[in-house]
């Protein structure tokens, strides 16, 4: 059965001129587009979207990070779609990545590292609708 996870292109990625071959590796992966923006996160949309990593030493870095620029947003669909997404993307750190991945190709460091995928069914709902009205999924 088909389920969904949500995307992030960061603004790493967007900055370096990577949306479209992203957008590109994960359609040839099989994901199907749900619903898909161009958006920018304040500092404290960032601040709520990232509230698990609070008391991390990297949650200030991270919350300027991720709202010092544009960001795309999608909801993508799959069979295992959050596996199978997090298996594309590769590890946290692109050191670590698998060649190939979309982190190994696009992403400079651990704390600016080009996408985020959810890591359960549950966080994927939720995320979605962080970012999305309900009209804006298909
Ligand atoms: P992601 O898994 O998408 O969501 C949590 C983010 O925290 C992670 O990507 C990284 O961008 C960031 N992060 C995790 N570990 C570190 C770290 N050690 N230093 C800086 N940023 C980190």
């Given amino acids: 059965m088909a389920n969904t996870t949500l995307m992030m292109i960061k603004p790493d990625a967007v900055e370096n001129g990577h949306i479209g071959n992203i957008l590109q590796k994960v359609t040839s992966a099989g994901f199907q587009i749900k ?21 991390r030493p990297f949650y200030p870095e991270l919350v300027a990070f ?40 696009y992403a400079t460091s651990i704390g600016e590292n080009a996408v985020h995928g959810s890591d359960s069914d549950e966080n994927a709902a939720i995320e979605a609708a962080f970012h999305f009205a309900g009209r804006e999924c298909f």
């Avoid at 619903?35 to 008391?55: G, I, M, N, W």
């Avoid at 669909?77 to 946290?92: M, P, Q, S, Y």
């Fill in 35 to 55: 619903a898909l923006k161009l958006t920018q996160l304040a500092k404290s949309d960032a601040e709520r979207f990232y509230a698990v990593h609070s008391e």
């Fill in 66 to 105: 991720m709202s010092r620029g544009p960001i795309v947003a999608a909801v993508l669909e799959k069979e295992n779609a959050v596996v199978d997404f997090r298996n594309l993307i590769g590890a946290t750190n692109p050191v670590e990545a698998a060649e190939g991945t979309i982190r190994k190709l």
